[in-house]
T-cell receptor, first 115, second 111 residues
Framework: EAQVTQNPRYLITVTGKKLTVTCSQN?????MSWYRQDPGLGLRQIYY???????DKGDVPEGYKVSRKEKRNFPLILESPSPNQTSLYFC??????????????FGPGTRLTVL | QKEVEQNSGPLSVPEGAIASLNCTYS??????FFWYRQYSGKSPELIMF????GDKEDGRFTAQLNKASQYVSLLIRDSQPSDSATYLC???????????FGKGTTLSVSS
């Protein structure tokens, strides 16, 4: 089954404790991305990757890191989480996103609470 | 930066009615438009894609593009309670590296 998986699905942590949210896709997609979703603000892109070892900032990258060492995996790293990073996080993957054939698939989401 | 605007709703319709959801966009050069459905607490799911060459129908869903007025709409015919969700409109950014999402319209279909 074609899918994007994320782990953990739910996480409660404390300020400053480093954490990693994993993302993996089995569709051999080149493009992967992280979004956060907040009430009243909608979905906003954090980072994206066009291919292995190629990553770049999205609209809200502050406080986050990513890596793309393998095509299927794109982990999101919070080195020192703060309460304003409490959010619902989605990983997504696709081939190029601008054509009709290339749907952007979303993972199930990770609900993060930083106390 | 491209912008996408949607009424937050809620839009309430009775079962069996037509639900009409609208989205306006700022960049006249935009050509690709996506409609995603998101149930509460779940991930967005693509339901329609429309390119610049006009209307598109898929089952009970019809996407309509009005380039002159810079809006794209989604019509849901014979609305069902299971259609109750938030509908997100999105366009690719100019670099093709992200989707720019509207904040979504919440639809409630009552039985």
């Amino acid at each position: 089954e074609a899918q994007v998986t994320q782990n953990p699905r739910y996480l409660i942590t404390v300020t400053g404790k480093k954490l990693t949210v994993t993302c993996s896709q089995n569709m051999n997609h080149e493009y992967m991305s992280w979004y956060r979703q907040d009430p009243g603000l909608g979905l906003r892109q954090i980072y994206y990757s066009m291919n292995v070892e190629v990553t770049d900032k999205g609209d809200v990258p502050e406080g986050y890191k990513v890596s793309r060492k393998e095509k299927r995996n794109f982990p999101l790293i919070l080195e020192s989480p703060s309460p304003n990073q409490t959010s619902l996080y989605f990983c997504a993957s696709s081939s190029p996103i601008t054509s009709e054939r290339d749907e952007q698939f979303f993972g199930p989401g990770t609900r993060l609470t930083v106390l | 930066q491209k912008e996408v605007e949607q009424n937050s709703g809620p839009l309430s319709v009775p079962e069996g009615a037509i639900a009409s959801l609208n989205c306006t966009y700022s960049d006249r050069g935009s050509q690709s438009f996506f409609w995603y459905r998101q149930y509460s607490g779940k991930s967005p799911e693509l339901i329609m894609f429309i390119y610049s060459n006009g209307d598109k129908e898929d089952g009970r869903f019809t996407a309509q593009l009005n380039k002159a007025s810079q809006y794209v709409s989604l019509l849901i015919r014979d609305s069902q309670p299971s259609d109750s969700a938030t509908y997100l409109c999105a366009v690719p950014n100019q670099a093709g590296t992200a989707l720019i999402f509207g904040k979504g319209t919440t639809l409630s279909v009552s039985s």
